[in-house]
């Protein structure tokens, strides 16, 4: 069976604690909501990221004989309990921030409104889902706002953690404005514009660079870009010279290099030199090679004449910030508000709503945390995407979601969206507050 759709990809602890629920017949509606306690000191914002796929689970969530009969034969749950499962639907709702908002701490990225045990059930494969989108989004939309106006590519697949998190990191990249990816079944799943050239190996198995170039140039007419840094990059950009016109009188024109190794900088301000003095200004430079929104922009403050930058392993690994402190907690259940008191990891109670402030000029004021019921100034961000286990709408396109991160990165602060981490102002609703404060006097 496909292991991204299976019904046990969850904790353990779903299943002991549904069994218990399912003794007590505790199965009233409860309110999740899905959040992230804390922003990286690293990450003024975070981009929501991952709803399209959090929605597929919980509309196709079903269980088959095969996973039933495991439950029955591990010897851990009732016949009775696991034959509860046999019908399992999700039949709730669900309230989201549309994909591509930006979003900061505490503010609801997902609300469920399910009975228990479906709200428990779905708990570790929605922070699974959310949370890795939206963890490179996030750092995909930092490298865009580093270099804007700038061809940038998703080279990680190779560095990803599994199969579906290469695809989902590509989708996560587009999606935060990246132009595409390198890797092909993204081009297949989503639509997503592929980029690619050449590894090491291709010139290396070739006895004469120069001759590596030209073939690989007859073989990819549409698309040479040729890799320069496997021996000498400026002599390579110089047999490049040699090798243009003999190009040209068969139709075929070079459209770019990519440097992958050395002093980025200097590479590149020498090979742009070549290039230019050799009649190839109109030929692209692509730098890669441990890249992230930091060395980009030592990059171009440097002035290095780069047109573009294929970005792997720091971005679909998220190697400064791997993981977010995001969470999934009980808010409601059986229409009482509830809160937990945990030192350090307390939660707003009730079903909350995110109010934004926005200037005139489009630019975000201050959040405003605040309970559904009790409208606040500002934007409400939360909209119902699902109702009785359905979506209200059909997937958003990419298109319409990178356009709406290209509306939320310009609206972001100046200080975010230079990418410094100045908190942003998100303010706790007296109502909110004061219920907390009346939870917090009861005894349990």
């Known amino acids: 069976m496909p292991i991204a759709t299976s019904a046990l990809l969850t904790d353990l602890y779903q299943f002991t604690m549904l069994q218990a629920y399912h003794a007590e017949g505790m199965n009233e509606p409860a309110v999740f909501e899905l959040f992230s306690r804390r922003l990286p000191p690293e990450r003024g914002f975070l981009l929501a990221a991952g709803l399209e796929q959090a929605l597929d689970f919980l509309e196709n969530l079903r269980f088959t004989a095969a996973e039933l009969d495991w439950l029955t034969d591990c010897g851990r749950f009732s016949p ?22 930006a979003f900061f701490a505490n503010e609801p990225v997902l609300r469920v409104i399910a009975p228990l045990s479906q709200a ?16 490179i989004a996030s750092k995909a939309a930092r490298c865009v706002l580093a270099a804007p106006n700038t061809l940038l590519v998703d080279f990680g697949m190779r560095r990803a953690h599994g199969a579906e998190a290469a695809l989902l990191a590509a989708r996560a990249n587009y999606l935060a404005g990246f132009a595409g990816s390198a890797t092909v079944l993204a081009g297949m799943q989503f639509g997503i514009p592929l980029f690619g050239t050449m590894a090491h190996s291709l010139i290396q198995a070739h006895d004469r ?16 870009t040729l890799l320069i840094d496997t021996y000498d990059t400026e002599a390579a950009a110089r047999k490049l010279v040699n090798l243009a016109p003999r190009l040209q009188q068969r139709g075929i024109v070079i459209k770019g290099v990519r440097i992958d190794s050395g002093d980025l900088a200097e590479h590149a301000r020498q090979v742009r030199r070549i290039l230019d003095e050799g009649g190839l200004s109109d030929v692209t430079i692509l730098g890669s090679g441990d890249l992230d929104e930091h060395r980009i922009a030592e990059l171009l403050a440097l002035g290095a004449p780069f047109n573009g930058f294929g970005i792997g392993t720091r971005l679909d690994a998220s190697t400064d910030v791997p993981t977010l402190d995001m969470v999934y907690k009980l808010q409601e259940y059986a229409g009482r508000p509830r809160r937990k008191r945990s030192e350090g990891k307390a939660t707003w109670p009730g079903r909350k709503q995110v109010y934004r402030r926005i200037a005139e000029d489009g630019t975000f004021i201050s959040d405003c945390l605040g309970l559904a019921d009790q409208p606040q100034p500002g934007e409400p961000l939360l909209q119902p995407v699902m109702r009785d286990g359905k979506r209200l709408a059909p997937p958003e396109s990419l298109a319409e979601i990178r356009a709406r991160v290209q509306q939320q990165l310009a609206a972001l602060p100046p200080a975010l969206r230079a990418n410094q981490t100045e908190p942003y ?15 917090d006097r009861e005894t349990h």
């Open 209 to 224: 660079e120069e001759e590596a170039f030209e073939r690989f140039a007859a073989a990819q007419p549409g698309n040479v």
């Open 425 to 439: 102002p998100v303010e706790i609703a007296p109502g909110l507050q004061e219920l907390a404060a009346q939870l």
């Open 80 to 101: 009775e309990f696991v034959a509860a499962f046999e019908h399992f639907h999700f039949t709730g709702r669900v309230d989201a921030l549309p994909e591509g908002t």
């Open 120 to 135: 428990q059930l779905v708990e570790s494969r929605l922070i699974n889902l959310i949370h890795f989108q939206t963890l």
